[in-house]
């Protein structure tokens, strides 16, 4: 007899991984590094966190799919480039061969395989294998229809949103909390009120890509279903938290997804070398909670994560994309020394000394004078962000 799906004991949750992902690579030099998926793996392996069987192993996502918000003449333009096949300047017109998004051989291949890391993700949690998935390869949120950009060539989550609209009509909430503006995925579902995207990040004025205004809400029959918190510089863990949990929380409450796929950027470190956000290790225990709570609340625990920026890969991100995966599988988060033997492999390679905790001493940083400026700051932004919701609910009373 035919095993049936509700046979089988359901795994908590999907650790998405091929080697395929780390030819993901522009340069030696290129602060967007891959090696921070072998750090992370490598970290939760040596606290017994990672077993052989949790790990799924990706898959390249196929034309067809990259097609669902790819233009295929920039599919095949990335080919082309990746196959030395087009000359640079004729590239560039695709926002590939820039100095943030170089052309690398095979590039077309190593972008269509993190894509399907996510599609990979989708899959096991939305056929049921798993309640929860992770793809720290994933969270390309940058990548537009017919263009690259900021380090993205195919954008995974948007693909991957298209893809659980079409095979199984679900209703997806996106979270963004890189510390970069997620705008390749807000613009892909701009005009669609059947996903909710939503982006906390630094203000665009002085950050890459300038977009993520809390003005922009939507378009046509989308209009009220994206969302954006640009919070100032220098803003630190309580004020991040606080816009995090109460707008994130208020936009679930209102949107009632089928699922929701976070993207966990980890470039809001005050360690991160790209961005001017004060968050430490205590931002990165709080965000996965978060998300678990509202999927097991609202979607029956269909949650899938995704990577995305992390540019301290040292430091910070293995640290911070391990809590993802001890969340998702209901591991207490560990506190105190970090397991020695990473720490020994792993210390000689890094330019600077490891964090030797899980946790961020406290302080890090000085104090920044304009802390309560910059939370009042970042409440009033909220209450404009999340003003038609709430004025949605007095109205029905
Ligand atoms: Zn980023």
């Avoid at 269909?302 to 599988?329: C, E, K, Q």
């Avoid at 397991?339 to 905790?357: A, F, I, T």
Wanted: glycine share 10%; proline share 6%; charged share 25%.
């Amino acid at each position: 007899m035919a095993e049936r799906t509700w046979d089988r004991p359901m795994k908590k949750a999907s650790f998405v991984f091929s080697d395929g992902q780390l030819d993901y690579k522009f340069s030696d030099t290129h602060p967007f590094n891959q090696k921070r998926l072998v750090l992370t793996a490598d970290l939760l392996k040596n606290i017994g966190a990672l077993p052989d069987s949790a790990v799924v192993r990706s898959r390249m996502a196929t034309d067809e799919e990259l097609a669902l918000i790819h233009d295929e003449r920039y599919i095949e333009i990335v080919k082309k480039a990746g196959h030395g096949e087009i000359a640079p300047e004729a590239a560039e017109n695709y926002g590939i061969g820039t100095e943030d998004t170089p052309i690398f051989e095979d590039m077309h291949e190593a972008s269509a395989m993190l894509v399907g890391g996510t599609l990979t993700a989708v899959d096991e949690v939305m056929e049921g294998r798993a309640r929860h998935a992770l793809n720290l390869g994933g969270g390309l949120h940058h990548g537009f229809r017919g263009k690259a950009s900021g380090f993205c060539v195919y954008n995974d989550s948007s693909v991957a949103i298209r893809y659980m609209q079409e095979k199984y009509g679900a209703r997806v909430l996106y979270i963004d909390t890189d510390a970069h503006h997620g705008d390749g995925v807000q613009w892909s579902f701009y005009d669609d009120p059947d996903v909710c995207t939503v982006s906390i990040h630094e203000t665009g004025r002085y950050l890459f890509p300038g977009t993520g205004a809390v003005t922009e809400r939507g378009s046509g029959k989308g209009y009220g279903f994206s969302f954006n918190f640009p919070i100032d510089a220098f803003t630190e863990d309580d004020s991040f938290l606080e816009i995090y949990r109460t707008g994130v929380r208020e936009i679930a409450e209102f949107f009632k997804p089928d699922v929701i796929l976070t993207q966990n950027g980890a470039d809001a470190h005050y360690f991160d070398p790209l961005t001017h956000l004060y968050s430490t290790m205590k931002t990165y225990r709080e965000i996965p909670k978060l998300a678990l709570e509202l999927a097991e609340e609202f979607c029956g625990g269909r949650w899938i994560a995704v990577g995305g920026g992390g540019y301290d890969i040292w430091r910070v991100v293995p640290r911070a994309w391990s809590l993802i995966w001890l969340t998702m599988t209901g591991q207490p988060l560990p506190s105190g020394p970090l397991p020695k033997e990473w720490l020994e492999k792993y210390g000689p390679q890094s330019p600077v000394p490891l964090m030797p905790d899980w946790e961020d001493p406290d302080p890090l940083y000085e104090p920044i004078p304009r802390k309560a400026e910059i939370t009042e700051k970042n409440r009033h932004m909220m209450d404009k962000a999340l003003h038609l919701i709430r004025s949605e609910q007095q109205r029905r009373g």
